[in-house]
């Protein structure tokens, strides 16, 4: 009976532990696994521009296998001298950032000075720079630590880290300028740990790459407890929720508290002014300095469009508050970024209210709250299922909001331009469309490859995707995919596996067996995409002449005129083609083509000849790089060249005379 | 006098006129049109059968433009390549004819007639050309002067010293007045010198150019007012255009014919508005200066161009 209850007594003591742990955690209700956590005490040594701070990790082995080390990025390293990896891949540095380099104080760095574990024992003594990606034994912006002692599946472990940081000047992403700071990638940050079937893993592994100067983050969800440190007069913004602020002497004490995030970012500045809307249950919160106040009304109008729509479509943002952070020109460094819950954005003075690509900008970093910090891929291996699927989306919003308002992205003096079609325009015109591949690590694009590639040459083919699915289908393919990757950690091959799924549940065959062949030419090869009409002719259907002709009874022989058309593909990329066909009469005729062979004809016999022939005349395959030859009329449209060629000549007229108010 | 009654006078006498004013809008069709024929050639080849074309008028036309412009670039360069020359022929008619005006307005009001309008026309040119070009380069030190105060106040647009865009944003409001005070003084400043010259009709130009500055000083206040009438009328005559040329549909033959002459009903008033505004001036050059005392009589006249082309004359 005694050792009944006392085994009663220790297993309540061991409930009631167990309750206590799943409550730090927060891991019983937690809608993500909460691997990566950290407590943060940050002070902001405005006179030093250093960080110096004290952090706790506590990090769940939430795999199968045992954890003998860990790597940790320090980001900031990557300012730390001109043979860091991200420094050398600049090539040539904006004249700003290499003549401010030319200078020792304005260099950047993280200095770890110690690491503890739960049983004090110091871990630094055991430690090494790593170098994945390039072998660039320079860069210091990896390292691994040995732990003391093994980590066993299921287990967790804290460790303590204190550390100084020297914040870079008007840095890429992060940095200070005068007095406005934006701290983002600061704090010794441990790597991912992939266990087997997480992405492409085989067998367990670390997933830790450089700070590269193309491609960005990759990080596990958790819970983050900040405590800033800045001077009073200091206005901090932050991810998560400011939960206290605290006055000591000539300082004040900000802390924050966020849950289920995979990054911590934050912004102080004596000059940024605070604005404040709701839209349902989350809370818009944008930071700006004062000259630019006036644009929180236009933000936040664009971005609870932004959040309704999720809402609908994906599914809920899962915040209860989106920061805003406007940088003033001399903090543009830290422009146009996104991190969890906490957006930066860019607007200029002298653009005219018709030009909406401030509110586009804050629309794609909007985006990116989901596609890749709720569904959290991996930013630097492939950059394209965030940058491509935001962009998608992008063009898509925004495309749809200004409809809406009877406008356009760009509304300028008569002229209307669509987010898709500059998206295209900067693809098929602007880039070299083959300049790489679209599966490649964020760090291997050559020069330009990056942003032509694998933004606007992903939002290009989902687009096209969508126009051969059609939008309910890519619509369940988008929402499948966010509710089953939401926290998670998917790759290519999932993405594909759903698109797959779901076209056979939709289309059946249409198709074919699944639509690998299509992923293979967008993602694997640097082929482009041009059909083309290359020739409409119609010729007068004489009878049969000649010796011992044949009489031809067929209804086609009674026919006016024979039409012969002839498409052909320019390019390498192969995909279904649609002809739409108008005759004389009016009469419009539509027909598939594979679009495999390099040419086909098509042959009519009609009274009437063939007026015009265009392939894809819903445009749903935006790959095409030539939209110009999509089409052929057989009489040519003088009245549009007649309009181009007046108004050229007004506008030719005009120069002229201007040139002479010289004379 | 007053500076009305110069404006009025002004186009009084360019309607007189007419035919000239007409002859300087055929200069500058004429030449725009050559332009416009390689394009129509261009488009006919390498566009006219596209629906793309045809759909550019109804809806946005960026795709449409921005695919030619891409896929057409290097025939595009021929059109920049040809347009330059245009502009530089001309440049160069356009002096070679404003000799010809400014003859023709002296020989006018003061009866004196001596080479008439295509005689003043090759008469003056190589005096209105090094006008034209001492002005320009004038001009053109402005406007480096404000561009260089500009970007020093913008400190040269650097990340790392501009605190705020609106700070450059805030000195256009009056930079952008001040230059435009500068640079219309200096235009008015090269128009009387160009009357003073044609006056004067000397070979020389650094007496007229130096007796105007003096006369623009003295009577600043007057040209200056009849220039910002003139100004007025060509913004007030732009923005007319510009309302109206937005509401008339392209969609159709009818459409783009009216568009296109409404274009040149634009390009007739700004050149008559520069020749009228020259005519006004050289009313009230008149006005103010003593021109009479100062301009060659016409046995003077009349003995220099005997002098210059019949020798033998005086021997007779």
Redesign the interface.
């Known amino acids: 009976m005694k050792a009944k209850k006392r085994i009663s007594v220790l297993l309540a003591v061991a409930c009631l532990l167990l309750a206590t742990v799943g409550l730090a955690t927060g891991q019983s209700s937690a809608p993500s696994p909460r691997i990566a956590n950290y407590d943060v005490e940050v002070t902001l040594d405005v006179a030093e521009k250093m960080l110096r701070g004290r952090s706790q990790l506590h990090w769940r082995n939430t795999s199968t296998d045992t954890i003998r080390r860990m790597p940790f990025h320090l980001y900031y390293n990557a300012f730390k001298n001109s043979q860091s990896s991200l420094l050398r891949e600049w090539y040539k540095l904006p004249p700003y950032f290499s003549q401010q380099l030319q200078y020792d104080g304005e260099w950047g760095w993280i200095d770890l000075l110690t690491v503890v574990d739960e049983g004090g024992r110091s871990l630094l003594d055991q430690h090494r720079y790593l170098q994945p990606d390039d072998q660039n034994t320079a860069d210091r912006t990896v390292i691994e630590i040995d732990l003391a002692e093994a980590l066993l599946p299921g287990d967790s472990l804290r460790l303590d880290f204190t550390w100084e940081a020297r914040i870079p000047r008007s840095m890429l992403r992060s940095g200070y300028n005068k007095d406005f700071y934006f701290i983002a990638q600061w704090y010794p940050k441990i790597g991912v740990y992939e266990s087997p079937g997480t992405r492409y893993a085989e067998r367990g592994q670390w997933n830790c790459h450089q700070y590269h100067l193309k491609g960005e983050f990759y990080a596990d969800h958790g819970i983050y407890n900040v405590a800033i440190t800045v001077p009073q007069d200091y206005q901090v913004g932050a991810t998560g929720i400011a939960v206290d602020e605290q006055v000591l002497g000539s300082s004040k004490v900000y802390r924050f508290r966020a849950e289920d995030v995979s990054d911590f970012a934050w912004t102080a500045s004596p000059h940024l002014q605070v604005q404040e809307a709701q839209w349902a249950d989350v809370r818009l919160r944008y930071l700006s300095y004062p000259d630019h106040a006036y644009m929180g009304e236009r933000y936040f109008a664009v971005l609870k469009y932004c959040l309704q729509y999720f809402e609908d479509l994906l599914g809920p943002y899962p915040y209860p508050q989106l920061t805003i952070v406007e940088p003033p020109f001399h903090g543009l460094f830290a422009m146009a970024m996104e991190y969890p819950t906490l957006i930066t954005v860019g607007s200029f003075g002298f653009l005219p209210r018709g030009i909406h690509t401030a509110e586009t900008l804050a629309a794609h970093e909007f985006i990116h709250q989901y596609f890749m910090h709720l569904i959290a891929s991996n930013e630097t291996e492939e950059p394209w299922l965030d940058e491509g699927l935001t962009t998608y989306f992008e063009a898509r919003m925004m495309d749809e909001y200004y409809a809406q308002q009877n406008s356009a992205v760009i509304d300028l003096l008569g002229v209307r331009v669509h987010q898709k079609d500059l998206n295209w325009n900067t693809y098929a015109h602007l880039g070299n469309p083959k300049i790489a591949e679209n599966d490649r690590a964020a760090w291997e694009y050559p020069n330009g490859g990056y942003e032509y590639i694998s933004y606007k040459k992903s939002g290009v083919w989902l687009w096209t995707l969508e126009g051969f699915i059609g939008r309910p289908s890519m619509d369940r393919v988008l929402k499948t995919y966010f509710q089953r990757w939401r926290f998670g950690h998917p790759c290519a091959r999932d993405f594909i596996a759903i698109v797959n799924e779901v076209v056979r549940e939709d289309h059946g065959d249409r198709l074919g067996e699944n639509l690998n062949w299509y992923f293979d030419q967008v993602l694997h090869t640097t082929a482009a995409c041009d059909y083309k009409v290359s020739y409409v002719g119609n010729f007068l259907n004489l009878p049969p002449m000649g010796k011992d002709v044949v009489v031809d009874s067929s209804a086609e022989a009674g026919s006016r005129y024979l039409s012969k058309v002839v498409i052909q593909r320019v390019e390498e990329m192969q995909l279904p083609v649609e002809i739409e066909f108008t005759f004389f009469d009016g009469h419009v005729e539509r027909r598939q083509w594979d679009g495999r062979a390099r040419s086909v004809n098509f042959f009519f016999s009609r009274d009437y000849g063939v007026r015009s022939a265009e392939i894809d005349p819903e445009r749903k395959n935006y790959l095409d790089i030539n939209y110009l030859n999509n089409s052929y009329t057989y009489v040519p449209d003088r009245v549009a060249v007649r309009y181009y060629v007046g108004r050229c000549m007004v506008w030719m007229q005009q120069v002229l005379q201007t040139v002479v108010a010289l004379v | 006098m007053s500076v009305l009654q110069a404006y009025g006078m002004g186009w009084r006498r360019l309607w007189q006129n007419r035919p000239y004013w007409g002859l300087f809008f055929a200069l500058?069709?004429g030449?725009?049109?050559t332009?416009?024929a390689s394009?129509?050639a261009f488009?006919?080849k390498?566009?006219?059968?596209?629906?793309?074309?045809?759909d550019?008028?109804t809806a946005?036309?960026?795709?449409?433009l921005?695919?030619?412009?891409?896929?057409f670039a290097s025939d595009l360069d021929f059109f920049q390549y040809q347009?330059v020359g245009?502009?530089l022929v001309?440049?160069l008619l356009?002096?070679w004819l404003?000799g010809g005006w400014l003859n023709h307005l002296r020989e006018e009001a003061t009866g004196v007639a001596r080479w008439g309008f295509w005689g003043g026309a090759a008469r003056y040119f190589w005096r209105?050309f090094r006008l034209?070009a001492y002005?320009?380069v004038i001009?053109g030190a402005l406007l480096w002067a404000f561009v260089k105060l500009g970007a020093s106040i913008a400190k040269d647009f650097?990340?790392?010293?501009?605190?705020?865009?609106?700070d450059f944003?805030h000195a256009l409001w009056w930079l952008l007045p001040l230059y435009l005070l500068f640079s219309v003084s200096i235009?008015l400043w090269h128009d009387y010198a160009k009357i003073h010259t044609v006056y004067r009709d000397r070979a020389w130009l650094t007496r007229p150019v130096v007796e105007s500055t003096r006369l623009c000083f003295k009577y600043f206040g007057r040209f200056f007012s009849l220039y910002a009438l003139n100004l007025f009328t060509l913004a007030a005559v732009c923005a007319i255009y510009g309302m109206i040329a937005?509401s008339i549909p392209?969609h159709?033959?009818a459409g783009?014919v009216l568009?296109?002459l409404w274009?040149?009903l634009?390009?007739l008033l700004?050149?008559g508005l520069?020749l009228a505004n020259l005519a006004a001036a050289d009313y009230l050059y008149r006005q103010v200066s003593d021109w009479n005392a100062a301009a060659p009589t016409t046995e003077g006249i009349t003995q220099r161009y005997n002098d210059v082309f019949n020798p033998k004359a005086e021997a007779l």
């Not at chain 2, 390498?46 to 045809?54: D, E, F, V």
């Not at chain 2, 946005?60 to 449409?64: E, L, R, V």
């Not at chain 2, 921005?66 to 896929?71: F, I, M, N, P």
Request: charged letters at 5%; proline letters at 3%.
């Open positions: 500058n069709f030449l725009a049109l332009t416009a394009l129509t488009l006919g390498n566009a006219a059968h596209s629906l793309s074309i045809s550019s008028l946005s036309p960026y795709p449409f921005s695919a030619l412009t891409s896929q347009s245009v502009a001309f440049f356009q002096i404003l209105t034209a002005f320009a001009q650097s990340i790392l010293e501009l605190w705020s865009e609106f944003l235009s937005n392209a159709s033959m783009i568009l296109f274009g040149q634009l390009l700004r050149i520069k």
